[in-house]
Nanobody, 120 residues
Framework: QVQLVESGGGLAQPGGSLRLSCTAS????????MGWYRQAPGKQRELVAR???????SYADSVWGRFTISTDSAKNTVFLEMNSLKPEDTAAYYC??????????????WGQGTQVTVSS
């Protein structure tokens, strides 16, 4: 059984920083990619950043240059370093992972979400 557990959300002032972490637990055949999505009230869930197993990264235009995604592969953990936060970054942030728990099955998994609020 694959589970994603997030931590690190909270309240930050505009211009401040937060760091999110997400650890995947369970038995895996392979982790293809991990990433972060966010959903603000009344809006659709959107991709924030994603990192492949080869280290290739992609970012939403709105966070490029401010957010950095990284992994600790040995610990099956993905991080999102968020700097220069803006009020429009306020949202529930969800960890996502593209995982094969066994050789013949591949699926998307989601964390429970962690709230990030940027306000003075």
């Amino acid at each position: 059984q694959v589970q994603l557990v997030e931590s690190g959300g909270g309240l930050a002032q505009p211009g401040g920083s937060l760091r999110l972490s997400c650890t995947a637990s369970g038995t895996f055949f392979r982790i293809y990619a991990m990433g972060w999505y966010r959903q603000a009230p009344g809006k659709q869930r959107e991709l924030v950043a994603r990192i492949g197993s080869g280290g290739d990264t992609s970012y939403a235009d709105s966070v490029w240059g401010r957010f950095t995604i990284s992994t600790d592969s040995a610990k099956n953990t993905v991080f999102l370093e968020m700097n220069s936060l803006k009020p429009e970054d306020t949202a529930a942030y969800y960890c996502n992972a593209d995982i094969s728990p066994r050789w013949d099955f591949r699926n998307d998994y989601w964390g429970q979400g962690t709230q990030v609020t940027v306000s003075s």
